[in-house]
């Protein structure tokens, strides 16, 4: 595999070629160093684009936020910088890309922004609301089991975003995620993308007698 295809592996084995690219929203302008062995490192991807631009504002408050599979970090970084307030914790298993992320935090003077893998992060800690264009081609077992892991960490009260393609299975991930009792809805849709609203759930499969 080559360019940003192993980005979902610990330490890629493709090569560094250093770049740059820029985060344009209307309400900032971010520049962002990035890499090969990364995801959508030649360009900000436009699901992730679709997802800062159609998805909610963060909480001017103090929250907890997740960045779940940032990469490189735009989702993180737009997200500290819209509530600086808040803790984001920007998560990947890349090292490559939590190098980046945190590189790219610092150079825009966002010391709001905890880089970490998922095993770093303490277990009490919760999300108020959590922000991610999830790795679907880890395949659907692997996308379920990180979903569950990360969606029950959710604050009562909390949402989780995720941006999905259409023609990679939105729709039957929305009904998926509705069926485990976590309550989906499809906020906007855009080019085949679907941007999904994710309500933390009532009751586990355990609660309902589920083995």
Request: contains cysteine; proline residues 7%; hydrophobic residues 40%.
């Given at each position: ?7 979902w592996t610990s330490r890629p084995e493709v090569g ?12 900032l302008e971010v520049s962002l160093e990035t890499d ?176």
């Open positions: 595999m080559t360019g940003d295809q192993q980005y560094s070629r250093p770049d740059q690219v820029t985060l344009l929203l209307p309400d090969s062995g990364v995801f959508s490192g030649a360009r900000i991807d436009r699901g992730t684009r679709f997802l800062l631009m159609k998805g909610p504002q963060p909480t001017e408050g103090a929250a907890e936020l997740l960045d779940l599979g940032c990469g490189y970090g735009p989702i993180a970084c737009a997200l500290a910088a819209r509530s600086p307030r808040s803790r984001v914790w920007a998560v990947d298993v890349n090292e490559r890309a939590l190098d980046l992320c945190r590189s790219n935090a610092a150079s825009a003077g966002l010391d709001n922004v905890v880089v970490t893998t998922p095993d770093d992060i303490p277990d009490d800690v919760t999300f108020n609301a959590i922000w991610s264009n999830p790795p679907i081609r880890i395949g659907k077992e692997a996308l379920h089991d990180l979903l569950s892991t990360w969606l029950d960490r959710l604050a009562p009260g909390g949402t989780a975003h995720l941006v999905v393609q259409r023609h990679l299975g939105s729709d039957s991930l929305a009904r998926w995620l509705t069926d485990e009792g976590w309550a989906t809805q499809r906020r906007a849709s855009r080019k085949g993308f679907r941007l999904l609203d994710v309500a933390a759930r009532l009751v586990t499969p355990t609660d309902r007698g589920q083995p």
